[in-house]
């Protein structure tokens, strides 16, 4: 099968579906400037690709720019990718992943504004990597993080830099790598459920500026956890320097 390539611009409903039968066999790649896009990408397979370099080892990021997004997204299979930057306020992202070494890296509000994203991610595998970052020291001031995950030694690398924050954890699974980086914020939450031996555990909440209005700033950890071998560090402090 061919490789496929996708551009997208200006408003736009899409939606996509990819059915693979051996590893690097399908790839999206999206330039997408506009408001209220809503997108829809399902692929099947090994090795599907979504932005990131592309299979001749060209650089071809997933790029998506605008105002009240909607992105759903499911990657079903294994040694998929997702990579890519955003900048979008007042939208949704609904990210789910099944297999095992996937691999998603996604940047929202690394240049430009990411205000009030609600994103809910489901991963279903073993040895899968996140690496998520939201505000970047950009303008970017609510994030609504829900994360599900059922599997095994996968890695979890999320620094979270807006004025408030909810992240909401649920981990079911042995040998899980989680390290988070919550800071700037008035407003930080996380709530972290974990169920599975030899978990490995590392939280910096760093509260810093009140957003306007608020004068006052709180850094609240909640968790629950259910693990032998089990190592956790956590540093909290009221500083929006980093640890």
């Known amino acids: 099968m061919k490789h496929k390539i996708l551009g997208l611009s200006l408003l736009c409903m899409f939606s996509f579906n990819a059915i693979a039968q051996a590893t690097d066999d ?52 294994n040694e998929n990718l997702l990579f890519g930057t955003i900048a979008a306020d007042s939208s949704t992202y609904n990210l789910l992943f099944t297999g095992d070494s996937n691999s998603w890296d996604w940047n929202i509000g690394y240049i430009g504004s990411s205000d009030a994203s609600a994103i809910d991610v489901d991963i279903t595998g073993d040895s899968n990597v996140m690496d998520f970052d939201q505000g970047y020291n950009a303008s970017a001031e609510r994030l609504d993080l829900d994360l599900t995950v059922l599997g095994n030694t996968n890695i979890f690398d999320v620094d979270i830099d807006v004025d408030d924050a909810i992240w909401n954890v649920d981990v079911t699974g042995a040998s899980n790598n989680i390290n988070t980086m919550q800071k700037d914020g008035g407003e930080q939450e996380i709530n972290l459920t974990l169920s599975g031996d030899s978990a490995d555990i590392d ?25 032998d071998n089990a190592t956790i560090q956590i540093n909290q402090k009221d500083s929006s320097g980093d640890s």
């Open 26 to 77: 399908n790839e999206i790649n999206i330039d997408q400037t506009g408001d209220t896009l809503t997108l829809f990408i399902d692929q099947y397979g090994y090795g599907n690709k979504i932005g990131l370099d592309d299979f001749s080892s060209s650089s071809s990021p997933m790029s998506v720019t605008g105002t009240s997004l909607n992105i759903n997204i499911d990657q079903v299979g």
């Open 203 to 227: 939280i910096n909440q760093l509260s810093g500026t009140c957003a306007t209005g608020i004068t006052t700033c709180n850094g609240i950890i909640t968790l629950d956890v259910t693990s």
